[in-house]
């Protein structure tokens, strides 16, 4: 129903910066909040940060003063700023989109994930 997709990975140095997005299509009225998750090789998927529809946000304590999450609903597209990107930011990083609608209820869409490796 929804489909989203990222873009903006890659390989970047230590204390270099990345801006992921996610673009989303598909029943995007239905979307309601968003978040970006990354998982680490042998390590579990973990939120890293989330945004409601009315803007407010939320990020784990180890990217706080370093990523920023935004979105643009018009554009029906999520952001991730990383800046001061360290070793331990290396990871695949999906985009996540909360489904409501009145009838079916809550539902999700998850975007096919993409590299970012931070290395020197």
């Known amino acids: 129903q929804v489909q989203l997709v990222e873009s903006g990975g890659g390989l970047v140095q230590p204390w270099g910066s990345l801006r992921l997005s996610c673009s989303a299509s598909?029943?995007?009225?239905?979307?309601?909040?968003m978040r970006w998750y990354r998982q680490a090789i042998g390590k579990q998927r973990e939120l890293v940060a989330s945004i409601t529809k009315s803007g407010t946000v939320y990020y784990i304590d180890s990217v706080k003063g370093r990523f920023t999450i935004s979105r643009d609903n018009a554009k029906e597209t999520l952001y991730l700023q990383m800046n001061s990107l360290k070793p331990e930011d290396t990871a695949v990083y999906h985009c996540y989109a909360e489904i409501i609608k009145p009838i079916t209820g809550t539902s999700d869409a998850w975007g096919q994930g993409i590299l970012v490796t931070v290395s020197s």
């Open positions: 598909g029943d995007i009225l239905a979307i309601n909040g």
